[in-house]
Nanobody, 123 residues
Framework: QVQLIETGGGFVQSRGSLRLACSAS????????MAWFRQAPGKEREFVAA????????YYGDSVKDRFTISRDNAKNTIYLQMINLKPEDTAVYYC????????????????WGQGTSVTVYP
């Protein structure tokens, strides 16, 4: 079965850290740009970070710059999102997306999503 699988979510105290991972089953991720998006309860989906297919370019949403780091290990067929200095407003379900597109500073997701992993940051 072809799918993206996100792991690493959980409960963490404010200013804590988490590392999310997105792995693929039944397909290769190298050759695709990849991105993380998130959606908090009652809010619209938000772009978090993206990485070029080779890992040479990384892009971040304004609310996570300098706190989150996206990376990839194509040999392991996995994308990562290292999150530090977490804040309660980072609470959301985080989704991995394969093959987003970029237009200027705006990233739009493709239709290929994982199931999401929940992150809850408490004060």
């Amino acid at each position: 079965q072809v799918q993206l699988i996100e792991t690493g979510g959980g409960f963490v105290q404010s200013r804590g850290s988490l590392r999310l991972a997105c792995s693929a089953s039944g397909m290769r991720l190298d050759g695709y740009p990849m991105a993380w998006f998130r959606q908090a309860p009652g809010k619209e989906r938000e772009f978090v970070a993206a990485i070029s297919w080779a890992g040479t370019g990384t892009y971040y949403g304004d609310s996570v710059k300098d706190r989150f780091t996206i990376s990839r290990d194509n040999a392991k067929n996995t994308i990562y999102l290292q999150m530090i200095n977490l804040k309660p407003e980072d609470t959301a379900v985080y989704y991995c997306n394969r093959g987003p597109t970029r237009e200027g500073d705006r990233w739009s997701p493709s239709d290929f999503w994982g199931q999401g992993t929940s992150v809850t940051v408490y004060p």
